[in-house]
T-cell receptor, first 117, second 114 residues
């Protein structure tokens, strides 16, 4: 079974700084998808960024980028020029293969990120 | 508005009772997923339906059941409720196979068992 581990329960940085959130996963699949979701105090789950395992190029979405190391099964999220609105819980997630209509997202335990003014 | 509608937003009920949570997926999405998030925890996968049929099952208790109807909306039934069932229950939907856009989540139903 796939597992996702986020080793940093909490992080705190100053506004405008760069912060990196760690994520490792375990799978025997060769082609898969990885995601980072953000959950602000409103509790809404918001997709931040996705990465396809067969692509060597790291995904980037504005201030958000990932460092995907397939061999190491590592998928970290970097937030540049952090803003107060980035304060949230961040979840790393692994998407299982689509097999006869069956699929699921497996989530890590989350990292609570606080951006201080 | 994500396009995934969950009702009710809040629910308070007593131990031993039964409740039904409802989810309407985003237009065009055939897959519905249910997740449970206990306080400050990660999201635990409960069950997935695709086009009306159960396709994947997670750590869903026997006291819990779900179904997806012909109009694709889904209901999660929780019975013989215990204090530990208090949690935020999310519904998500996706197209098949959901890899382009991930899952779209509803705003959740917060269940409090007293």
């Amino acid at each position: 079974a796939q597992t996702v581990t986020q080793s940093q329960p909490e992080m705190s940085v100053q506004e405008a700084e760069t912060v990196t959130l760690s994520c490792t996963y375990d799978t025997s699949e060769s082609n898969y998808y990885l995601f980072w979701y953000k959950q602000p105090p409103s509790r809404q789950m918001i997709l931040v960024i996705r990465q396809e395992a067969y692509k060597q190029q790291n995904a980037t979405e504005n201030r958000f980028s990932v460092n995907f190391q397939k061999a190491a099964k590592s998928f970290s999220l970097k937030i540049s020029d952090s803003q107060l609105g980035d304060t949230a819980m961040y979840f790393c997630a692994f998407m299982t293969a689509w097999i006869q209509g069956a699929q699921k997202l497996v989530f890590g335990q989350g990292t609570r990120l606080t951006i201080n003014p | 508005d994500s396009g995934v509608t969950q009702t009710p937003k809040h629910l308070i009920t007593a131990t031993g009772q039964r409740v039904t949570l409802r989810c309407s997926p985003r237009s065009g999405d055939l897959s519905v997923y249910w997740y449970q998030q206990s306080l400050d925890q990660g999201l635990q996968f409960l069950i997935q339906y695709y086009n009306g049929e159960e396709r994947a099952k997670g750590n869903i208790l026997e006291r819990f059941s779900a179904q997806q109807f012909p109009d694709l909306h889904s209901e999660l039934n929780l019975s013989s409720l215990e204090l530990g069932d208090s949690a935020l229950y999310f519904c998500a939907s996706s197209d098949a196979p959901g890899r382009l856009y991930g899952y779209t989540f509803g705003s959740g139903t917060r269940l409090t068992v007293v």
